[in-house]
Structures are given as C-alpha cells and as structure tokens.
C-alpha cells in the first residue's frame, strides 16, 4: 500500500511568554536584596543604564540618616531599640522617656536609674514613666530594660505561654533570689515536690535565658532590611514599601544622538539594549505597584495582629487576596513569596499572613496557625505510653469543631518536627525525659 502524503491545516491555542513578561515575571519574585543585585546586574550589562547619584534614599520618615549607611554599619542594640519604637504608636511624652531609657541602659541592657532620678531628671509624671517603661521592657531582645537580674529573667519567662513548666521556673528563679543564703536546700525541696520529667523541663528552659539581654555581638544585631513596612495609627495599618529599595535608575535616550550614517548592527543594538532597560524599568514599577497592593490587603484583613499578635491572625487564602484585586493567584503568590515585613510586633516573613482556612461547626473558619498550635497542645498532654495517633488528633480537632482531614494533620506533625505516634512511643521507653511539652 502506497503512503500518500498531504498537507492539513490545524487550529490551536498556546500562551507563549514575550522577554518583556519574564523578566516582569522574574523581578515579582524577587525580594528587595535580590531586586538590587538583578538591577546591579543590569547596569552592568546594559551601557544605556547608570544609577542615578541624585537621588537620596531614606527608609523611615523620622530617621535622618540613610537606610543604606545602616545597612552597611550593623545595627547597635541602641538602634534595634530606636527602631521597634519609630513602629510603636506612642505619645511624644512617652517617647521621649523611652528615647532616654534606652540611652541609659547599660552594657548588660539593664536600666540602673531608678523611678525617681528619671523623674528628676525628665520632669514627667509617674504614669507617663510607668508606660515608658512598659513599653521598653515590651521590645526585643526580651529581658531588656529590667532593672536587676530577677526582674530581667521574670520578663523572659512572661514571654512564654503560661504552663506548669513555666510557673515552676518562675518559682525556682523566686525563690533562688529571694533565699540566695539558701538556695541548695530551697531547690532541694522545691525538687522533691515536682515531677522529674517537668523538673528536667523547667531546667531546661532556665538554661535558654539570657542574664545579659544587651550583651549581644554587632553581627548578631544586623538586620536586612524588610521588603513591606507596616505602621499602626488610628485603628488602620499604614502600609509602605521600604524606601531602600527603590529603582534608583536612569535610561540614556541615545537613539536620538546616533548618526545616519552608522551601521545596521549598532542600530539593532541600541533598540535591544532600549527594549531590555524599557522592560526592567517597567516590570519594577509593575512589582512594587503590585507588591504595595498585596500587601495594604493582606493587612486591611489581618489588622488585629497589629494590636494583638498572632493569635488574632484571621483565615485568609491567597486565593481570597487574588479575587478581591482581581489578580491571578500565582501573581500573589509571586508578590508574597520571600518578602518580609516590619510591623509593631516584629519582622515576619509576608507569607506568615497568608494563614489558610478550615471549616468549624460555627462556620466562622479559624487559620491554620491556630491548627497547627492545637495540634501541638493536644500531643504535649498525651499520654506518652499511649500517644495519639494522627487519626486520634484528627477526631479531637473535630470536638473541637475544626473540621480537618488526617492528611492535614500530618503535614503539620512534621512542620512541627514532631514524630509519628510509634516513634514517640519508643523515643519515651529509650528516654523517659523526653518531652513535646510548649515550652
């Protein structure tokens, strides 16, 4: 049988990337240390681009050096401090306490003057220096501003969530400090009253405390700066993009200057080197436009955590984030994916606020954060010679009306470096002190 060939016509569709949308696509992704090094890159490469000296670059309105000098020069712990205070919404009453606190701490990160010469000194009330100092003792690195050792460990230990482990070490520093001509024969009683499993765990996290909160190497106390800065005022969070990471840029139009008489290839290569720096200035404005945008709505919705922390973190997809801007979700999750964000509680990477959703009975929804620490407290009060598998957890989240399936549950166990049923069986006959206790 003879082949017989011929020619057919065929119709389809195919979404083909033009160079202009990957390179938008690739600087979305990018964090502010990457984006600097790409747009470094690019200037390097591309003669019609130069960084444009003139323009002066400052991350915080209230700060009159440049944020590139700090990045640079490691931060102090007398910057650190400046700093979580330049997020706090205070009074210029209690900020100027504060400010003078913090220069009055010593090396250890101890506040020697007392109540009376700071109110001597600064002629303010008592209320004004109470919430002052409220409000340093509230900053990180935990324990800084206490006014003797005591009171620095009793801060560090406020911080963790109250359990039995935790009002234990309470006692044993208490009565440590209190009975110093009698410590052996306090801890010897103290001992014989508690469990040893809980004695080891108290232990434990006493050795984790810092006596010399302040006592920290410049390395240790340098920070990369955030991607996303967002201020409390008013009950709103004021979202903004650090300064720092602005596309100092220019683009030399030098179509205009070339001469008619220059060859074809040194026009081809002008117009590509035009099209490439066109396309890099565009897709950065495109990034931090939808960077901005991303973030205003993750924080309109997660508003609470402001005020609150983590634990007022509401359900929230980035599909929900996509559909109320009318993005595609692999574009928020390009925006969200390795950025970093400054609020008054700290630095978080952007990601941690896209928290999921799971159905309750109430039908309200609660995040996966709130999940994954329930099913941390449920395997922290089981019993170890009979540990709960993940179907076991998955029936108690569902008492607790938390509708989440034995895969979830899983996933989780393992974000939380905990190990299966069978293994922490056998991990608690090997070692009894073992412990998945919440410290």
């Known amino acids: 049988m003879l082949a017989k060939h011929a020619l057919y016509t065929t119709f389809e569709q195919s979404l083909q990337l033009t160079p202009a949308m990957m390179v938008s696509l690739k600087v979305l992704a990018l964090n502010g240390l990457q984006l600097q090094d790409y747009i470094q890159e690019e200037v390097l490469s591309n003669p019609l681009l130069e960084w444009d000296q003139s323009i002066h670059v400052s991350t915080y309105d209230i700060s009159s050096k440049s944020h590139l000098e700090s990045i640079a020069k490691p931060a102090t712990l007398q910057d650190t401090l400046y700093e979580q205070l330049r997020m706090s919404v ?63 460990l009793m801060l560090q230990l406020d911080r963790y969530p109250k359990n039995d482990t935790v009002r234990l070490a309470q006692k044993m520093v208490e009565g440590v400090l209190v009975s110093a001509e009698k410590v052996s024969s306090f801890l010897t009683n103290l001992k014989a009253t508690c469990d040893p499993l809980q004695w080891s765990d108290a232990v434990t996290l006493l050795s984790r405390l810092d006596f010399r909160p302040g ?71 495109s990034r931090n436009e ?102 076991d957890i998955v029936s108690a989240l569902q008492h607790c009306g938390m509708e989440v399936s034995r895969r979830t549950v899983t996933k989780y166990r393992l974000q939380l470096k905990i190990p299966c049923a069978a293994k922490r069986k056998l991990a608690s006959t090997v070692n009894p002190k073992i412990s998945y206790r919440m410290d």
């Open 90 to 152: 205070v009074s210029a009453e209690v900020q100027r306490v504060v400010m003078f606190m913090i220069d009055s701490l010593d090396a250890r990160g101890y506040l020697d003057s007392s109540d009376t010469e700071i109110q001597r000194h600064l002629h303010c009330d008592l209320t004004t220096l109470q919430t002052a100092k409220s409000l340093l003792q509230q900053m990180d690195p935990p324990g800084i501003g206490a006014s003797n050792l005591f009171e620095c």
């Open 290 to 391: 939808t960077l901005l945008k991303v973030a205003t709505e993750i924080f309109r919705r997660q508003s609470e955590f402001c005020l609150y922390g983590a634990s007022h973190l509401r359900p929230l997809s980035i599909h929900e984030v996509a559909q109320c801007l009318s993005l595609h979700d692999s574009t928020v999750s390009r925006a969200v994916s390795g950025k970093t964000v400054m609020t008054p509680k700290g630095l978080f990477d952007l990601r941690f606020f896209i928290t999921g959703t799971v159905t309750v009975q109430s039908e309200v929804g609660v995040s996966m954060h709130e999940v994954s620490h329930r099913i941390k407290e449920l395997i922290a009060e089981e019993n170890v010679e009979h540990p709960l598998s993940d179907q």
């Open 215 to 285: 006592w920290h190497d410049d390395d240790k106390l340098a920070k990369v700066p955030p991607d996303v800065i967002v201020r409390h005022k008013d009950g709103e969070c004021i979202v903004s993009l650090n300064g720092a990471y602005r596309a100092n840029i220019i683009l030399h139009d030098v179509a205009q200057g070339v001469a008619i008489g220059t060859d074809t290839a040194t026009h081809q290569y002008i117009r590509e080197k035009t099209f490439a720096a066109k396309a890099l200035l565009r897709s950065i404005d």
